[in-house]
């Protein structure tokens, strides 16, 4: 019996311990001191798991302060400007600060531009705001296999942009005038973010790419500076005093990600298709 006891009585002091342990470590990292960090890396092609996340810490009352560390190339128009209004929005409630790894440019910068600080390395390579299309044409290819296409269609431009034939003078003007107006949104998103002209942004935007040192010095990024450094200017822009807790979901890769259309971009390249693109391709 009092050995029963003298085991009850140590696993209670063993729980109190804990408990105080625990009480201990909440008071050095209070649940309202944390730093989210938000990874957009690789191509864009889609942008729902990067708008969750941060509509989630946007959301999050423990959240102070939220990172985006970009290293990407950029990829597709329309999800570069999907995480841009999120990103937008975000900062609406809190701050955003914008950490840039080994590339941040074209959709890349695009996400970036609307953050409340943007940081890079002195190498990382951001810029490129500038819109691409690529169209692969096989026409020559299918003569010499004797291959040939017909096609019916409703429309005099159904067919534009077919890779079984190459693109006339007409259809050139009309893909022309539509990189030209994705561009021309480019040069404006970019322009709200940072706080710039227009014209200045302009300057800026014929697809060129600046190291982070020379991106720094046109007004693109606010100061150089590592992610540890991007996550001690979100805290303190936060008003965060010591060290935050910092908040890293690890990305995961299932099945779904291949049903949605996250291929590899080797093997997507494979299938040639039509594609407007905020993207640094050299």
Partial sequence: MKKGCLIVLVLLLLLLALSATIALLQKKVPSGEKVAIVRIEGPIM???????????YARNQSIRAIVLRVDSPGGAVAPSQEIYEEVRKAVLKKKVVVSMGSLAASGGYYISAPASRILANP??????IGVIMEIPNIEGLMGKIGVKTEVIKSGRHKDIASMFRGIGKEERVILQDVLDDVHEQFIK???????????????????????????????????????ED?????????????????????????????????????????????????VFAP
């Fill in 123 to 128: 190498g990382t390579l951001t810029g490129s």
């Fill in 46 to 56: 889609d942008s729902k798991t990067a708008i969750e996340e941060i509509r989630d």
């Fill in 230 to 278: 991007a996550v001690r200017v979100a805290a303190k822009l936060a008003g965060i005093k010591g060290e935050p807790d910092i908040v890293d979901k690890k990305e995961k890769t299932s099945v779904i990600d291949f049903l949605r259309g996250k291929l590899p971009e080797e093997l997507s390249d494979l299938f040639p298709t039509v594609k407007i693109k905020y």
């Fill in 189 to 227: 998103a970019v322009a709200e973010g940072r706080k710039m002209s227009q014209e200045d942004v302009t300057r800026l935007a014929d697809g060129r790419i600046f190291t982070g040192r020379q991106a720094v010095a046109v007004g693109l990024v606010d100061e150089l500076g590592n992610l």
